[in-house]
């Protein structure tokens, strides 16, 4: 059933899409602002990013995909079609996923699996004044053994993953409204989720403007709840908020400055949660991040360090958090396979009493957080003091390898450890079992064939500490996985 409405949906869209004849248009009208052909071509982490259109005077054929990136659809060429899309192919195996738990519904203590995942979007542009982004999804997950597994992999079957309307009166302002994803800074607060079998998306409206050198969003959305039996609908109880600015400071310095604002209906997962603490009010949560970041380089070196407080109330009780996340990194460029040594801190605050009045928890709001406390995803940015060392090589311009050394430790001793997903999952009652929750160590390899084709291995390590220690069982978590993804 959800499979048929999808489908329906996806084709009532693409035959709006289309039109039948192009309509009339002034003669003042002035042409579509074409944006400079990219060196070298390259897919984005967000494919709605993509403009195709500087293929106008270009010759189709330097790539066997150029004839569908930039379809002309009447004589003058304003409007245009580009068709894209993905498929990746990963396979996983764990070893003491829930540091070696087992139950009736998951007899075994590891797991492996396949996850396979495909994305087919079109893109229809009418100059640069409208424009009509359909894209549709389909992930699969073979072979899981344990129910539930400690870091799901959603599956979503054929369902309908962005579909927008831009319209846009100048080229200071666009505004966009649909269902589409949100990226902003490194992912630390919100991001698409790309390691996800499916990745995440908003319905909402965004208004996009630029000055100069400066961009602006304001945005207000909800998150997609991904239904594998139903055709995925918003989470009527969340709305999120925000505004969002880059600036340069400086020729190689920039700056933003942002604040988003979450409500929840009912939220559950902040300090301990009911089923770790009955002195906490499940209720309403108005929550609000204020932050800035600031990123740059002097010569070899590189920096990047962001931060902020978070206010407001969750069930009567005021919100007082905050986090700070900052790296450093050196760059040997004319050594062999210009390796980089670059050195990170991560805090996030947790609470520090339960039942004081106060909330103390950071909220990760939407991260793509696998890409910040080790690849084994036993962490979320929630109660934590972190700290890590990467050196990244590359010996040839398709090959790049990098290894990380993570230390983790709690924030708060009176607060719990949140996975992933920001949900706690162990809790010392009497606050005495200790700070250390773990280390973990990373190498992974990705290698890029050619411009469609790239290739992941990846081994991560995590010892646990003192903390998990004390509060359950405490195996070693070891991950390996390998996959293949290719775009167009």
Not at 110 to 122: K, V
Not at 423 to 438: D, E, N
Request: negative net charge; contains cysteine; hydrophobic residues 40%.
């Amino acid at each position: 059933m959800k499979s048929a409405y999808a489908a329906a949906m996806l084709a009532v869209l693409s035959a709006t899409a289309f039109p039948q004849t192009p309509p009339t248009q002034p003669a003042a009208a002035a042409p579509a602002t074409v944006k400079p052909a990219p060196s070298p071509r390259t897919y984005l982490t967000l494919r709605a990013d993509e403009d195709w259109r500087w293929l106008k005077n270009e010759p189709a054929d330097k790539d066997p995909f150029d004839p569908i990136k930039y379809i002309p659809l009447d004589p003058a060429k304003d409007w245009s079609l580009t068709i894209g899309g993905s498929a990746r192919f990963r396979f996983e195996y764990k070893i003491n996923p829930a540091f070696g738990a087992t139950n009736a519904a998951s007899p075994t203590a590891n797991d492996d699996y396949f996850l396979h995942r495909y994305y087919l979007h079109a893109d229809l542009r009418y100059r640069d004044s409208l424009r009509i982004f359909v894209e549709g999804k389909a992930g699969f997950i073979d072979g899981e053994k344990r129910n539930p597994p400690p870091t799901p992999q959603p599956a979503d079957h054929v369902d309908l993953h962005q579909a927008f309307v831009d319209l846009s009166a100048s080229k200071e302002f666009t505004l966009r409204l649909g269902r589409q994803e949100l990226l902003y800074d490194k992912q630390k607060l919100v991001g698409p989720l790309d390691w996800a079998n499916v990745r995440r998306s908003f319905d909402g409206v965004k208004l996009m403007m630029k000055f100069d050198q400066t961009k602006i969003d304001a945005f207000w959305a909800r998150p997609v709840v991904i239904d594998n039996d139903r055709f995925d609908q918003p989470d009527d109880n969340t709305n999120f908020a925000g505004l969002h600015a880059t600036t340069p400071l400086h020729k190689d310095h920039q700056m933003a400055l942002f604040t988003y604002y979450l409500n929840r209906n009912r939220d559950t997962r902040t300090t301990f949660g009911p089923e770790y603490n009955a002195d906490l009010k499940a209720g309403n949560t108005d929550r609000v991040t204020l932050g800035a970041r600031f990123w740059g380089k002097f010569d070899a070196w590189d920096y990047d360090v962001e931060g902020g407080p978070q206010i407001g109330q969750l069930a009567g009780d005021d919100i007082l958090a905050g986090y700070v996340s900052a790296e450093v990194g050196y760059t040997f460029a004319d050594a062999w396979a210009k390796p980089r040594v670059s050195v990170g801190y991560d805090y996030a605050s947790g609470d520090n009493a339960a039942g004081d009045g106060q909330n103390n928890t950071f909220d990760q709001l939407f991260p793509t957080g696998h890409l910040w406390f080790g690849y084994v995803d036993i962490l979320g940015r929630q109660n934590i003091n972190a700290g890590n060392i990467t050196l990244t090589i590359q010996p040839t311009k398709e090959l790049k390898i990098w290894a990380s050394y993570h230390i983790f430790c709690l924030a708060d001793s009176n607060d719990a450890a949140y996975n992933a997903a920001g949900a706690p999952f162990r809790r010392s009652t009497s606050g005495t079992a200790g700070m250390s929750l773990g280390h973990e160590f990373d190498i992974t390899a990705s290698y890029q064939l050619d411009r469609h084709t790239s290739f992941l291995f990846g081994y991560g390590w995590f010892i646990p500490a003192n903390f998990i220690d004390n509060t359950g069982l405490s195996k070693d978590v070891h991950f390996l996985y390998t996959g293949v993804e290719y775009k167009f």
